[in-house]
């Protein structure tokens, strides 16, 4: 798809939403009628329109174990944790990125990026993230739906909405049954979508590790994202969007398995220490991404042992097919996991933060009126806009330090 052809296409479908906007206002009726709605760029139907009631056989079973709902709670206050590690982890990273050119640093900086088709990621990844996120969204309503049922509020529907190019299933729990329920059971309600989203993000990670191997030759190594100007690796050309695979000969994946070198970054900033204290002459070897086995030497020069080489760098690993099947589904299939991982994490994340719109949000907001009433919720709205502040610094500073 030519640069000319995507912003057309773009454009034609901007001016579709905008006549449906259009036709909606002057048949609101019609379209009610079969539960469809439509507000700018989101268009919501409501599928199933019939209450799902909580006296039902299986909802009064499954609630002599509710206590076991217990663990959702700790799920969503887990995944607090990781979100203010990521964002104060994240700033670090940038900050120290910014000051000395050194990477990967303790706890390698994750940038903190919207995903925006063209821009921040690829337009050839847009189908598979569509799905990915469209499951991991169902997984979330639907916990929240299940849970809330066992907990004793009804389902009053269930649909899908439209909001401009991803689609997003979601359930609607009657709000006057979720008021009336007790502190504990609300919170089990709000953390459930979270949990979800974890459970799912563990399932893919399994999945990842196990098939892999199977299906893949695995050539482990560090992606340059950006080379820092006016440092060693700028003076000799260093090319972004290569990967180191050897330092001196010596290949970065010797004696790690795939989870280990993408997840455990204090172990690969370690194995880098050492190569860089070994003297002022380090031989990169760099591998093309696509060609895995073309790989090239460049000689970084720096002035004393402590100069940083001035790269920014991320774990990566290149996968070559070892079969037919692994050539027709295995990238596919990879990509769909690695992102359905990464992906649920980062909703099980942001969700847990207390921010306006987030479970996390509501969480607090529930957690801290029952406890303190008017004074509480004052308390919850100072906590959501500090976080809402630590957010937004870090995904501008993430675009500005990432984006081209």
Known sequence: MNNFSLPLLFAMYLMFLLVLNIVYYNYKDKFKEVGVEVAGISVVWKVIRKEILPSSKIFRYLRRYSFLLDFLVVFIFLSFLLAVKIYFE?????????????????????????IIPGITVSLSILP???????????????????????????IKSF???????????????????????????????????????????LISLILLACLVPLLFNVHLGLYVAKVVENTPAAQINLPNSSVIVAING??????????????????????????????????LTLMDPQYPYNTYNFTVIRE??????????????VLEPKSFIARLLGYKL?????????????????????????DGGKALDEFLKSKYGKQGLKLSKVTQTFFVMVVLINILTSLMLYIP
Not at 131 to 154: C, D, F, P, T
């Open 90 to 114: 994240n700033l670090t990273g940038i900050f120290k990125s910014i000051i000395a050119a050194k990477s990967p640093v303790k706890g390698v900086a994750v940038p903190i990026i919207p």
């Open 128 to 154: 598979t993230l569509i799905i990915v996120i469209g499951l991991a969204v169902l997984v979330h309503e639907g916990m929240h739906a299940v849970v809330g049922l066992i907990e004793g509020a009804k």
């Open 159 to 201: 649909g899908i909405a439209l909001i401009l190019i991803i689609l997003a299933p979601f359930v609607e729990i009657d709000e006057n049954d979720f008021t009336k329920l007790k502190l504990r059971s609300k919170l089990r309600v709000l953390s459930a979508g979270v949990s979800g989203n974890i459970v799912l993000a």
């Open 250 to 283: 010596t290949k970065l994946d010797e004696g790690m398995n795939i989870l280990d070198y993408l997840f455990n970054s204090r172990f690969l900033f370690d194995r880098l220490s050492k190569f860089k204290s070994k003297g002022e002459v380090l031989v």
């Open 304 to 317: 004393n042992i402590t100069q940083p080489i001035g790269v920014i760098l991320y774990p990566y690993a």
């Open 334 to 358: 990879q990509s769909f996991l690695i992102w359905s991982f990464a992906l649920n994490l980062g909703l099980a994340a942001i969700n847990a933060t207390p921010l306006f719109i987030t």
